[in-house]
């Protein structure tokens, strides 16, 4: 089985301060991790992905995404946060094998306050 | 070019009533996926269809719920005998690739609320 954990629900952060939306997975074998934001009254976009490689994966926006190996973790970071940031994001992971491919976090919302 | 498309965006039935969602994914994209997101949920995985293979429906919650893809393409999701707890946005998905590192593109949902 496969798990992703964000473990907080909610992250505020004034603008022009740096971001970081934590994400740690649970998955047998190599890891296929993702990250994907969600508007208000949209659907997911996708943000970035790590498959495999360098550990820092640079995505839309300005997002990145640091994978750990050894702590299971691939948090989202952002050096300089927009209030236009402002929305839902969510983590997601996968594995060779698996037909069902994804299986998400329960999400994080994220508030830049101007 | 055109994203995933899904109607209706918004869904207003009594409870008992059968409703069909529809999808319309990305042209060319074997992968179709359906999940649902209730308030403060992440999303829930429903069901997936890939190319022409048996679907994987292990994630419908109950046989209330059915889909179909016809000819590849268009999807419709079937919830018959509605009850309040199906109240949810309905997120359809597909995506180009077959392997797990094949980003999804998600419709922007079909809100469904059962009074």
């Known amino acids: 089985a496969q798990s992703v954990a964000q473990p907080e629900d909610q992250v505020n952060v004034a603008e022009g301060n740096p971001l970081t939306v934590k994400c740690t997975y649970s998955v047998s074998g190599n890891p296929y991790l993702f990250w994907y934001v969600q508007y208000p009254n949209r659907g997911l976009q996708f943000l970035l992905k790590?498959?495999?490689?360098?550990?820092l994966v640079k995505g839309s926006y300005g997002f990145e995404a640091e994978f750990n190996k050894s702590q299971t973790s691939f948090h989202l970071k952002k050096p300089s946060a927009l209030v236009s940031d402002s929305a839902l994001y969510f983590c997601a992971v996968s594995r060779l094998g698996s037909a069902r491919q994804l299986t998400f976090g329960s999400g994080t919302q994220l508030t830049v306050l101007p | 070019g055109a994203g995933v498309s899904q109607s209706p965006s918004n869904k207003v039935t009594e409870k008992g009533k059968d409703v069909e969602l529809r999808c319309d994914p990305i042209?060319?994209?074997?992968?179709l996926y359906w999940y649902r997101q209730s308030l403060g949920q992440g999303l829930e995985f429903l069901i997936y269809?890939?190319?022409?293979?048996?679907?994987?429906k292990s994630g419908l919650p109950s046989d209330r719920f059915s889909a179909e893809r016809t000819g590849g393409s268009v999807s419709t999701l079937t919830i018959q005998r509605t009850q309040q707890e199906d109240s949810a946005v309905y997120l359809c998905a597909s995506s180009s690739g077959t392997g797990p590192g094949s980003p999804l593109h998600f419709g922007n949902g079909t809100r469904l609320t059962v009074t």
């Open positions: 042209s060319g994209h074997t992968a």
């Open positions: 790590y498959i495999t490689g360098d550990n």
């Open positions: 269809f890939q190319g022409n293979s048996a679907p994987d």
